[in-house]
């Protein structure tokens, strides 16, 4: 899932966005080779060879309770992002907070790229089970379709027949609904060049997703017998989107047009799906833990260059530098992910990302992202703050009573989203498994078996009522 319509100032944005009106596995964590040995050959901390064929790829597809808090750690940035982003800033402190919060937009960016490693992961996993699309589109739409189209049925049924909510933004809206209808809102957007959906125009990236979603199944069912050819698909797609970015910013396109459009954003989702396509490869998360520190060295000395060149060099080549800095940040993003799926249940960084909040942030992310921007959208457009600011005396503790506010609403209505409404259509997703053979099965149950043990009660359930049939519609959730 993933989601967000503001931006940082320019000098610091990584991508220039105009201001809107409104599980580690059980084995341990794979050593570093030595100098000229091949990754491949390196044993792990707890002395297994990965010789032994493919130990770890299976388990790849069991629940890894740590990606909850992953994606707890992306909402929580857009959740920042909308409710301080567009605050009228009266000093240096509060603008501050502004630039900070404006990197929040990378958490649409985390969110991409957890949904193309998931995805990606369950359709080479469930390439040869019967009714492979079949299922695979029935549990994407019990996932998503739900809160998507009650969110819009109240928009544009209901709403209009209660007064309170009538007026020209909703007119507006009811006049261009079929843009929402048929997932056309970046499209919308990008065409106008402008934030010009109001309360919906944050189902931008839904869009994205569910255009990637129509197409990627089948790519999957064509290539995932040749691991390399889908390799290379992949790592195609992923240079190519971020290179049309770079090559339109210097054509002159509009930013509209290359942040907006599908195949200017396929990168993200497609370099989780290229993480997930080498883990499931033999010696995939051993040659995955060789590649993480210099991936992740060699991208942020880069991304430090990029700082370093608009701080000393001219503003002119601002729109030329930030798609490679968005770029080389996207890949930081997908570091970060290998990293939490690299570390042992024990580490640090396991504990951090499988503690109650980012878990509970990360259950009920995608009701959080669909619900919160009515009420940021708000507060927004009706400058609150600043009317609270008179009431409080102090625009700072208006604008954190504000953002706390409505983080909390935001919060209760996902919650009940998900336990009073959505939980009714994902048990609806047995009827489509998404796989089915023995083995499957048991390479599930030995994940959800891991998963118990390394994250204790996730989601207010306690472990002991926590079966891997359970666990493993969480895996598919993005």
């Not at 064929?53 to 707890?72: H, M, Q, T, V, W």
């Not at 019967?130 to 299922?135: A, D």
């Not at 971020?242 to 907006?260: D, K």
């Not at 921007?373 to 009573?401: E, M, P, Q, R, W």
């Amino acid at each position: 899932m993933a989601l967000m319509n503001a931006s940082c100032p320019q000098d610091t944005a990584l991508f220039q966005v105009p201001r809107a009106a409104p599980a580690a596995p059980p084995h341990g964590r794979p050593v570093r080779a030595t100098p000229g040995q091949d990754p491949a050959r390196a044993t792990t901390q707890s002395g297994i060879a990965p010789d032994e064929p493919n130990r770890l790829a299976p388990e790849a597809g069991g629940y890894i309770p740590s990606f909850d808090g992953l994606r707890g750690l992306a909402i929580i940035m857009v959740l920042l992002l909308h409710f301080l982003q567009h605050m009228q800033v009266t000093n240096k402190l509060e603008q501050a907070v502004v630039a900070v919060s404006g990197y929040g937009a990378f958490g649409v960016e985390l969110f991409f790229i957890l949904s193309g490693f998931l995805i990606t992961g369950i359709l080479i996993d469930g390439r040869n089970q019967p009714h492979y699309f079949r299922n695979f589109y029935m549990r994407r739409a019990l996932r998503i379709f739900p809160v998507y189209y009650g969110t819009l049925l109240v928009v544009f049924v209901i709403a209009p027949h209660i007064a309170a909510f009538r007026g020209p933004q909703l007119d507006y809206l009811l006049d261009r609904q079929a843009w929402a209808w048929l997932y056309g809102v970046n499209i919308f957007i990008g065409l106008k060049g402008e934030w010009s959906f109001s309360y919906l125009q944050h189902l931008w990236s839904l869009s994205i997703e569910e255009h990637f979603y129509f197409v990627w199944p089948a790519v999957v069912f064509l290539l995932a017998p040749r691991p390399r050819a889908l390799f290379i698909v992949c790592l195609t797609l992923c240079l190519g989107a971020m290179a049309a970015r770079f090559i339109g910013a210097l054509a002159g396109l509009s930013w509209w047009t290359t942040y907006l459009l599908t195949p200017f954003r396929l990168d993200a989702l497609v370099l989780g799906a290229l993480i997930a396509v080498v883990l499931r490869q033999e010696h995939g998360l051993t040659r995955l833990s060789w590649a993480l520190p210099r991936v992740t060295l060699t991208a942020t000395t880069l991304l430090l260059l990029t700082f370093a060149w608009t701080r000393l060099g001219s503003h002119h080549d601002i729109e030329l530098i930030l798609p490679i800095r968005a770029a080389l940040v996207e890949i930081l993003l997908g570091c970060l992910m290998v990293f939490v799926l690299t570390r042992p249940a024990q580490s640090a960084t396991s504990r951090f990302f499988t503690t109650r909040v980012m878990v509970f942030f990360g259950t009920y992310s995608y009701g959080l992202y669909v619900y919160h921007h009515f009420l940021s959208y708000y507060f927004t457009i009706n400058h609150t703050d600043v009317a609270l600011a008179k009431v409080f005396g102090s625009h700072g503790l208006a604008i954190t009573a504000q953002a706390t506010f409505g983080i909390a609403v935001s919060v209760a209505l996902a919650y009940v989203s998900y336990e009073f409404f959505e939980k009714r259509f994902l048990r609806l997703k047995r009827l489509f498994p998404a796989r089915v053979s023995a083995a499957s099965d048991d390479a599930v149950n030995r994940a959800g078996a891991g998963a118990q043990m390394s994250s204790g009660a996730s989601a207010g359930e306690p472990v002991s009522t926590r079966s891997a049939s359970s666990a493993r519609p969480r895996l598919e959730t993005s």
